[in-house]
C-alpha cells in the first residue's frame, strides 16, 4: 500500500537519496517508486524545482557511449534536508503515538 506523496515528501526523499551519494534520475526514480509508487513524470519535475532553488547540482558522466545527466546535493539542500528530516521524524512519531493507542486525549 502506498500512501500519498506530496510536494514536501518527494523532496524528503530525493534529497535523502542524494544525501547519500550522487545518483543519476532513473536510479532516483526507483528507489522513491518503490517506496511511493510515484511515477517517473512525477519525479523530473521535483529534480527541476530541486535545482532551481540551488538545493541540487548537476553533470554529465559518459556511461556506455552515452551521457547521463547525474545531481548532487549542495550545502542549501543539505540544509533543507536537515529540516524537512526533522518534521518528518515529528510527524512520524505523532502518527506512531495515534496508531499504536499512545496518545491520551483530555
Not at 542524494?18 to 532516483?28: E, F, T
Not at 518503490?34 to 535545482?51: C, F, H, M, N, W
Not at 495515534?98 to 496518545?103: H, M
Amino acid at each position: 500500500m502506498a500512501f500519498p506523496s506530496n510536494a514536501q515528501m518527494l523532496d524528503l526523499l530525493v534529497l535523502a537519496v542524494l544525501n547519500r551519494q550522487d545518483a543519476y534520475g532513473y536510479q532516483i526514480s526507483q528507489q522513491i517508486k518503490a517506496a511511493t509508487g510515484a511515477k517517473d513524470s512525477t519525479l523530473y519535475p521535483v529534480l527541476r524545482r530541486l535545482q532551481e532553488n540551488q538545493e541540487l547540482e548537476t553533470y554529465d558522466q559518459q556511461y556506455q557511449g552515452r551521457n547521463r545527466r547525474y545531481y548532487s546535493i549542495t550545502p542549501k539542500g543539505r540544509s533543507h534536508y536537515q529540516e524537512i528530516l526533522a518534521e518528518w521524524n515529528a510527524y512520524k512519531e505523532a502518527i506512531d503515538q495515534i496508531v499504536n493507542g499512545g496518545v491520551d486525549s483530555e
